[in-house]
């Protein structure tokens, strides 16, 4: 047997214990969600301050949990933590990266969005664990573009997590290209393991599956009110009639941050083919008033109630609406 194919048999192996690397928005609610299953995890950031209150964090984080939406028929294997401490007993703040990852079967990398970082990061990675089953929680970056840093790409992937974790059980696969398939099958089982649907993206996607669909609604959305065709509560208005939401593509917008919405919405204009897909006027306007949603109290509604949230403004019948 060839040593890769001996190393792919390994990581077909049950993924017991794991490390998670960032200790921030997303990186303290996968290491919750992993304790949360009954597995050991092992926490490090490059910032103490993160680190030292990454625990205090989750515990505050795990009591306040948001409800899962439901849906008649289905059952979500999902549970938040009935044992809180006993969740928390299981994560533990490493003093280093190497301490971390040295007992772990799978490392998730959840640290700032920056190729160069995470380039970095999974360089030192592949010294520190020549065994691991390595993955990328990146929402903008496939791993094909991180996987030339990585020594034996045949264990890695992305695995693209969703905030918040707890009322969005979820997470996309992808490969780098080289990943092994006994890899993407033990990725697989230990999300499920998770309580999280984890469907496979096949190929090379950037945005995987939902977030290149959202973009696009965004997208659309923008520019049915750059073209004057209608305001964004009106949008918003019909979106929700339509699909039974509470809140549509603006109101999501000002969650997110303008801002945030902004910077994504250049790097797909960045490789964009079609000539009409520019910068949205009126999220420039946005911007430029510094009116970045729920962030800053203004976006495209007014915030920390906004409009939609109001008896009669769906049906238009609230006289302040808008
Ligand atoms: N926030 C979301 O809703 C969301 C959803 C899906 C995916 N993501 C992705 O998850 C990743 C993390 O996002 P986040 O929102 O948790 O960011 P965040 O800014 O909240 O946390 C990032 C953490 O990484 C740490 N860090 C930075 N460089 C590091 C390094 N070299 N080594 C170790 N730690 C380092 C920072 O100190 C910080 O604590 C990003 O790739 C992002 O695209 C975010």
Not at 18 to 24: F, T
Not at 212 to 240: C, F, N, Q, T
Not at 248 to 269: A, H, K, N, R
């Amino acid at each position: 047997m060839t040593d890769e194919a001996e190393s792919g048999q390994d990581h077909a192996r049950e993924l017991r214990t794991a490390a998670v690397i960032g200790a921030g928005t997303m990186g303290r609610q996968i290491a919750a969600l992993i304790a949360a299953s009954g597995r050991p995890v092992r926490i490090w950031d490059a910032d103490p301050g993160m680190l030292a209150s990454a625990r205090g964090r989750i515990d505050a984080e795990t009591r306040t949990l948001p409800d899962l939406p439901r849906y008649a028929h289905h059952q979500f294997r999902l549970r938040p933590p009935a044992d809180v401490e006993g969740m928390l007993a299981r994560i533990s703040a490493s003093e280093s990266l190497a301490e971390a990852v040295s007992a772990a079967d799978i490392v998730i990398e959840a640290i700032r969005e920056d190729l160069d970082t995470k380039h970095a990061l999974f360089a030192a990675l592949s010294r520190l664990t020549p065994d691991a089953v390595l993955t990328t929680n990146s929402s903008s970056l496939p791993s094909s573009q991180i996987a030339p840093a990585v020594v034996d790409p045949g264990r890695f992937l992305n695995t693209h997590f969703f905030a918040p974790v707890w009322s969005r059980p979820m997470v996309e696969l992808m490969g780098c290209g080289a990943t092994r398939p006994q890899v993407m099958q033990s990725v697989a089982r230990f999300a499920t393991s998770l309580g999280l649907v984890a469907p496979v993206v096949r190929g090379d996607s950037k945005g995987f599956i939902i977030n290149r669909i959202w973009r696009a609604v965004k997208r659309e959305s923008l520019r049915v009110v750059d073209e004057g065709h209608a305001d964004p509560a009106d949008v918003d208005r019909l979106w929700m009639l339509m699909f039974g939401t509470p809140y549509g593509p603006f109101g999501i917008m000002d969650m997110v941050g303008l801002d945030v919405v902004s910077d994504i919405e250049t790097s797909y204009q960045r490789v964009a083919t079609d000539p009409a897909d520019r910068p949205s006027r009126v999220l420039e306007e946005k911007l430029t008033a510094g009116n970045l949603g729920e962030k800053t109290g203004r976006g495209f509604y007014n915030h920390p109630e906004p409009e939609y949230l109001r008896p009669g403004w769906l049906t238009g019948d609230d006289e302040e609406a808008d």
